[in-house]
């Protein structure tokens, strides 16, 4: 996906993918602490340790040459090529705009190939 992105012009740069429980607490606690948030406050915006998509494997934190994970990022040309490609990459947005969860458009998971999840669940 990088590839192609980059044959159009577009530099994505991968900036967070697996991280451990640890690591997850050590950003989760550490950054609360800065920004002096409740715990409600950080948990709309970040995943408490045991619960992020990280812990997975197959969650990506992507952006472009500014290296910015804010919503400005959605303004970006980087941003724009991944919602029109990704999917052909089996890459959803986890966090669109109106959910659950605040908006993050740096935020994207590995679905995998419909036929394997289809086989998969058929056995």
């Known amino acids: 996906m990088k590839r ?6 577009v530099h994505l740069y991968l900036v967070s993918g697996f991280r451990s429980i640890q ?3 050590d950003l989760y606690f550490g950054v609360k602490a800065q920004r002096v948030q409740s715990s ?13 998509e990280h812990h997975t494997g197959y969650a990506l934190d992507i952006c472009d ?9 959605a303004e970006t040309r980087a941003y724009r ?6 999917r052909a990459y089996n ?5 669109p705009r ?11 998971r590995f679905e995998g ?11």
Do not use: C
Request: proline residues 5%; hydrophobic residues 40%; charged residues 25%.
């Open 4 to 9: 192609a992105a980059r044959r159009d012009g």
């Open 23 to 25: 690591h997850q607490e």
């Open 40 to 52: 409600r406050e950080r948990a709309m915006v970040s995943a408490p340790p045991g619960f992020s």
């Open 65 to 73: 040459e500014t290296l910015s994970l804010d919503e400005s990022f």
């Open 81 to 86: 090529w991944l919602q029109q490609n990704a």
């Open 91 to 95: 890459f959803e947005l986890s966090f």
């Open 98 to 108: 109106h959910g659950e969860v605040a908006f993050e458009p740096w935020h994207w």
């Open 113 to 123: 190939e419909t036929e394997a999840i289809e086989a998969f669940y058929k056995n």
